[in-house]
């Protein structure tokens, strides 16, 4: 199964997330990371680090839908909160950043 999600950015590094032996890259097919096969980002990698620490939406939806944590030493049962396909992997494109946001308030 793959899921496709356009949302804010996801935090590769979130154990649900994280594969500790492919590092992401963006804009690039990743067979064999875990969880990710493409993520999609129109910028340079520390923007993207940047983007993530400023909204963490796209990293909630994602975690909902494909999430499976990685930690190995599970007593706390963090596989409680895995999401709804945690086997599924994620084509992933940033389309909602601190750029382009609603802002309903205007």
């Known amino acids: 199964q793959t899921i496709t ?10 154990a649900m ?3 500790d032996n492919v590092q992401v890259k963006i804009n690039t097919y990743l067979p ?34 494909s999430g499976k944590s990685i ?3 599970d007593e706390k049962g963090t596989y409680y909160f ?3 396909a ?8 940033v389309i909602l950043t601190r750029y382009n ?3 309903c308030n205007n």
């Open 101 to 103: 946001l609603c802002n």
């Open 82 to 84: 895995n999401g709804n």
């Open 71 to 73: 930690c190995k030493n």
């Open 32 to 65: 064999n990371h875990r969880k990710i096969v493409y993520y999609g980002f129109n910028g340079s990698l520390d923007e993207l680090k940047d983007q993530i620490k400023e909204n963490e939406h796209g990293t909630h939806v994602a975690g909902t839908s």
């Open 5 to 14: 999600i356009l949302d804010t950015p996801i935090d590769f590094y979130h």
């Open 86 to 93: 945690p086997d599924s992997k994620i084509l992933f494109g």
């Open 17 to 19: 997330f994280r594969d």
